[in-house]
């Protein structure tokens, strides 16, 4: 028996009344901090409904533990065990939803945005903005909340990506599961097209990669048999989350060089019906109205959206110029015809001169010009989260200084955003972890339309 009675007290449970109980595995300061504000500012009933931070309330398990309980990832057979553990950990934090289709360069931690969600104040029927979208982690998200979307992102590819991860936690997946079975004249089907990329009109504002997509072909891909398919948006629909699965084994195959791409497809498609039919039982079991999703290319810098329209704007701009999203999505945008040196001139971070110095001059107007349409964009009094992070190594070699001394991004971005009329109300940290960042924190910071 332990003679200090505290170290008998189960923290961090102890922090909330009885009958809180906290989602497993909560290990971040940043996550507790969150549960906090979401306990303080959420009813019971809708913390059961919407919270991300806890498995059950006064007995009732909460939504988000519904959508995450059961079976992870399904990975395929081959999958080492330190990814299959890795999947298995996370599962209460990125493995529900469709939020595991494509791993996407510097997504968001889709749990983490339903905290900040809740505590932005945003409600079921209310309207989030995502202006730098990226893979469409929000517009799914703010879809499980109940709560609307608009998501714009620069990138055709991104574009599509969101579309498709939004449709497929509605979409009929019967005829993914024939393509199962096909898998690999699928995968031809899409190789020959990599070939001959889809061509489609670039000035367009919303995007759709069907444009020039034949019906006929596409009932080839998804049924053995030769009967005429009847529903043209399912045929859309089955067609892009195939093309998203092959986008994604082609990547997969040029990160680890073990397999061919056709290889990984199969696996890769098995997965992804997985996830959708995961995720769609736990919406009709949880009886989640989806919120609606308004995805479309566009610049964060000029956006097509009325004035003081929106409760709540939340996104992560690139950081500066640590990575190069065309390079990175090069072989995803070539499909799409996409021109690269135009959509190069497009991308906060990547425009501005050769010299570093001039494009970091260009990142921080260009991201001043984003925060006054955000501002603008918002109703008086809603927030603007924004999540960054700071690459001071390569920042301090451009100003011949040390770490130390750079200015972090967070504090740049409080900054500009004080010039458009946003202040600042909130700010949280956030540890990075994994090898392979040279970025050991991010931020949460929390800017209010005055
Ligand atoms: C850090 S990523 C966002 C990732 C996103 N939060 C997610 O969960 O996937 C930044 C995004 O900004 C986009 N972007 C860059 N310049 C843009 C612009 N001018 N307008 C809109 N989006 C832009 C990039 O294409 C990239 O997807």
Redesign the pocket.
């Known amino acids: 028996m332990c003679k200090n009675n505290s170290l008998n007290d189960n923290f961090p449970a102890s922090l909330f009344p009885d009958g809180y109980e906290l989602i497993p595995d909560l290990k971040e300061i940043y996550e507790l901090q969150l549960a906090y504000y979401e306990y303080k500012l959420l009813s019971p009933q809708e913390l059961i409904e919407n919270s991300a931070f806890f498995a059950e309330v006064g007995d009732k398990p909460t939504r988000h533990f519904e959508l995450c309980a059961g079976e992870s990832l399904y990975l395929p057979g081959h999958s080492s065990s330190k990814r299959k553990s890795f999947f298995e950990s996370n599962i209460f934090h990125t493995g529900y939803g469709t939020h595991g289709l494509f791993p ?1 360069r ?3 931690h889709p749990q983490m945005i339903k905290g900040i969600i809740n505590i932005m104040g945003l409600k079921p029927g209310d309207t989030i903005l ?9 517009p799914v998200e703010a879809s499980l909340m109940g709560i609307n979307s608009l998501g ?4 055709p590819f ?1 574009g599509f990506m969101a579309r498709t991860k939004v449709d497929a936690l509605s979409m009929p997946l019967d005829r993914v599961e024939k393509a199962m079975a096909n898998s690999d004249k699928v995968f031809d089907y899409f190789f020959r097209k990599s070939n001959s990329p889809i061509t489609r009109n670039t000035k367009a504002k919303k995007f759709n990669s069907y444009d020039s997509f034949r019906e006929e072909e596409s009932k080839y891909l998804t049924s053995k048999s030769t009967a005429p398919c009847s529903d043209t948006d399912e045929t859309k629909l089955t067609h892009n989350l195939l093309l998203l699965a092959y986008l994604d084994s082609v990547g997969y195959a040029e990160r680890s060089k073990q397999k061919s791409a056709k290889e990984l497809f199969k696996g890769i498609l098995q997965r992804y019906y997985f996830v959708c039919k995961k995720a769609q039982d736990a919406i009709s079991k949880t009886r989640i109205t989806l919120g609606n999703a308004d995805v479309s290319v ?4 000029e956006l097509e959206v009325e004035s003081s329209s929106i409760n709540g704007v939340l ?4 950081y500066s110029f640590a990575i190069d ?1 065309i390079e990175n999505d090069s072989f995803h945008l070539k499909f799409f015809d996409v021109d690269l040196s135009d959509l190069r001139n ?4 990547l425009r501005g001169g050769r010299l570093l110095l001039d494009k970091y001059e260009c990142y921080k107007a ?1 991201l001043g010009q984003a925060l006054k349409e955000c501002a603008r964009v918002l109703k008086p009094g809603c927030l603007c989260t924004i999540i960054i992070g700071t690459n001071s190594s390569q920042l301090s070699t451009i100003f011949k200084t040390s770490k130390e001394q750079v200015q972090g991004l967070h504090e740049l971005t409080v900054e500009l955003g004080a010039d458009h009329g946003l202040k600042l109300v909130k700010q949280f940290e956030r540890s990075i972890h994994g090898m392979s960042n040279t970025m050991r924190k991010e931020y949460i910071v929390m800017l209010q339309k005055v």
């Open positions: 996407y510097g997504k968001f995502d202006p730098m979208m990226g893979s469409g982690t929000v714009v992102d620069a990138s991104c566009g610049d964060a810098r996104f992560s701009p690139p999203y497009r991308m906060i971070g260009d």
